[in-house]
Every structure is written in structure tokens, then in C-alpha cells.
């Protein structure tokens, strides 16, 4: 399956709006309990009330919504400017081409470049933004995150 030819076709990838927040808080807890063996820094309602009053309303936040599913949110992007700050998909969607997409908006968004930090426990994410054009640029020993999980901060500069 290629990007071009992939379930994300069928989705709307759009700007978050604060009602979108309780979806996105969904999609990241449910993927990262999918993702890791270690918590987040913080308790749930904590995340939630974060990316409510402060990721969502302050950072460029992005969703795919799936419309065959009631416009329900599958996946989420949120962009500083220099860096893919979050993306989390639903568990059910890792595969499906909807991380290329929200990578290639992000390109599209950040023509310069773009860095991002990946836990280097998560091979399969490093696997991915290898494929999409990132390298890493530095290795972390985990005291810089509030998990304390070593990372890796990747780059990706246009030809």
C-alpha cells in the first residue's frame, strides 16, 4: 500500500478546534498506553487539561477525522515552528498512511525544516520518520523529558 493508495484517502485532516480537545486527548492517551510500557509524565486529567487549555488553543493542532465513522478523530499533529511537537494516531490506524500524511502537511507547513523528539525505545516511530526524510541529530539520556526515557531528536531539512 503506498500513501497514495491508503486508508488516510478516505479522511479530513483539518485544524483542531477547541471541541476537538477531548477527542485528542483520546487518541494520545489511547496511543501511548498502546505505545510504551512507561506512564506519561503525568496523570490523565492533567494531559487532558493540557492539551485543552494550552496545546490545542496555543500550538498549530491538527486531526484526521474519519467521516464513514461520524467524523470521529483517528489521529492528531501539533506543530511549533520548527518542530513536530506531538503525533499520535489510534492504534487501530498505525499503518494506514495517516502519519505519512500528517508528516507531508507538516512539510508542506514547514518548508525549512523540521526537527522532532522520539523516544528511542519506540522503534517502530524511529523505523517511520527514517523513512520519511529525518535523521538523527542527537541522542538524550532521558534527563531533558519528564519521562526520563532516553531520546532522540531527529531533523529534516529539505534538498
Given at each position: 500500500m503506498t500513501p497514495h493508495d491508503s486508508a488516510a484517502d478516505g479522511l479530513i485532516f483539518r485544524r483542531a478546534g477547541p471541541d476537538d480537545a477531548a477527542a485528542i486527548g483520546d487518541v494520545w492517551l489511547?496511543?501511548?498506553?498502546?505505545?510504551?510500557?512507561?506512564?506519561?509524565?503525568?496523570?490523565?486529567?492533567?494531559?487532558?487539561?493540557?492539551?485543552?487549555?494550552?496545546?490545542?488553543?496555543?500550538a498549530e493542532t491538527w486531526v484526521a477525522t474519519d467521516p464513514a465513522e461520524a467524523g470521529r478523530v483517528v489521529g492528531?499533529?501539533?506543530?511549533?515552528?520548527?518542530m513536530i511537537e506531538q503525533l499520535y494516531l489510534a492504534p487501530e490506524w498505525v499503518g494506514r498512511g495517516v502519519g505519512h500524511r500528517f508528516v507531508e502537511l507538516a512539510k508542506?507547513?514547514?518548508p525549512a525544516g523540521l526537527e522532532l523528539y522520539?523516544?528511542?525505545?519506540?522503534?517502530?516511530a524511529r523505523t517511520f520518520y527514517e523513512g520519511q526524510g529525518f535523521v538523527p541529530v542527537a541522542f538524550g539520556d532521558g534527563s531533558a523529558n519528564e519521562e526520563r526515557q532516553p531520546d532522540?531528536?531527529?531533523?529534516?531539512r529539505p534538498a
Open positions: 489511547t496511543s501511548w498506553r498502546a505505545t510504551f510500557a512507561f506512564p506519561p509524565g503525568h496523570p490523565d486529567d492533567d494531559v487532558r487539561r493540557w492539551l485543552r487549555e494550552e496545546l490545542v488553543p496555543q492528531m499533529m501539533a506543530l511549533s515552528a520548527t508542506e507547513r514547514r522520539c523516544f528511542q525505545a519506540n522503534h517502530h532522540i531528536r531527529f531533523a529534516w
